[in-house]
């Protein structure tokens, strides 16, 4: 599966932005998909995650404040973010990977297949 991530931009402090990750192929349905960031300097980190099953597990530094979902008729992937603060400012990525339980919904290792990436700055 290919994944494209688009969405990011500059917002201001307590700003939302929706981004979106359009997969590849017939089978985005089979697949749990993660979104992760990561900033100059450090290792990219989990953000949120939804499995086949609906299941969805938060990073807590963003739990209430994000929303992950998917549309499997589309294909596509979203992240809702609300209350953005500066610290929230990185390179959001999405992936994709199969056989993810729910126990490592929230480990890098447990997705294959990653976008490129979308930057997103939240200035204070």
């Known amino acids: 599966v290919q994944l494209q991530a688009s969405g990011g931009g500059l917002v201001q402090a307590g700003g939302s932005l929706r981004l979106s990750c359009a997969a590849s192929?017939?089978?985005?349905?089979?697949?749990?998909m993660g979104w992760f960031r990561q900033t100059p300097g450090k290792e990219r980190e989990f953000v949120a995650a939804?499995?086949?099953?609906?299941?969805?597990t938060y990073a807590d530094s963003v739990k209430g404040r994000f929303t992950i979902s998917r549309d499997n008729a589309k294909n596509t992937l979203y992240l809702r973010m609300n209350n953005l603060k500066p610290e929230d400012t990185a390179v959001y990525y999405c992936?994709?990977?199969?056989?993810?339980?729910?126990?490592?919904?929230?480990?890098?290792?447990?997705?294959?297949?990653w976008g490129q990436g979308t930057q997103v700055t939240v200035s204070s």
């Open positions: 192929g017939r089978t985005f349905n089979s697949y749990a």
């Open positions: 939804i499995r086949r099953s609906g299941d969805v």
């Open positions: 992936a994709a990977g199969q056989g993810v339980i729910r126990t490592t919904m929230r480990s890098q290792a447990s997705y294959a297949y």
